[in-house]
T-cell receptor, first 115, second 116 residues
């Protein structure tokens, strides 16, 4: 049973390009979370999705960032017109159901570097 | 809104020494508390969690944590540290949001350095 898969592991983009980060949750998991990690800032919540629905996007920047979790296929975090400040590690986590006592299973992250 | 504070950015201990990593939370009701560990280049792995009952919880890899409501703390401990414990440790609090969603909030993390 594969864990949470994120790809690519490393992504290099020039300013103004688009970045697409993919996350395949664990089999049977229908809840996906995206977090951004900056050095010495810990994990910052971005968005929480269930299949075909955005449940909470209170941590997403208002512009350039979007996320989806289609009925089929991985969850995608999309960053348009990237800037140097977008450079960070982006982690995806999944859980089988929604609940305060559910632990999250994390992927290994995507390190985005913007030149 | 809930928040988590990990006051120590870095902690250095010698191998075999005891360890305590601090975590303080801010939340109005009984919190759901977690400790996760992140090895370099990896995602986070759950060490232990507290929901209710016994305030001293045991986790994997010999870790334990104690919930102290009076101090709003959930400190992580290990009696004897191994070199392989060198990693980043994150405390988290879980809360059910008004709309029914569950958003875990993480602290900034504590980096553990182990000297031989």
């Amino acid at each position: 049973n594969a864990g949470v898969m994120q790809n690519p592991r490393h992504l290099v983009r020039r300013r103004g390009q688009e970045a697409r980060l993919r996350c395949s949750p664990m089999k049977g998991h229908s809840h996906v979370y995206w977090y951004r990690q900056l050095p010495e800032e810990g994990l910052k919540f971005m968005v929480y999705l269930q299949k075909e629905n955005i449940i909470d996007e209170s941590g997403m920047p208002k512009e350039r960032f979007s996320a989806e979790f289609p009925k089929e296929g991985p969850s995608i975090l999309r960053i348009q017109q990237v800037v140097r400040g977008d450079s960070a590690a982006y982690f995806c986590a999944s859980s089988p159901m929604a609940g305060v006592n559910e632990k999250l299973f994390f992927g290994s992250g995507t390190q985005l570097s913007v030149l | 809104a809930q928040s988590v504070t990990q006051p120590d950015i870095h902690i250095t201990v010698s191998e075999g020494a005891s360890l305590e990593l601090r975590c303080n939370y801010s939340y109005g009701a009984t919190p759901y508390l977690f400790w996760y560990v992140q090895s370099p280049g990896q995602g986070l792995q759950l060490l232990l969690k507290y929901f209710s009952g016994d305030t001293l919880v045991q986790g994997i890899k010999g870790f334990e944590a104690e919930f102290k409501r009076s101090q709003s703390s959930f400190n992580l401990r290990k009696p004897s540290v191994h070199w392989s414990d060198a990693a980043e440790y994150f405390c988290a609090v879980g809360k059910l949001e008004a709309g029914g969603s569950y958003i875990p909030t993480f602290g900034r993390g504590t980096s553990l350095i182990v000297h031989p």
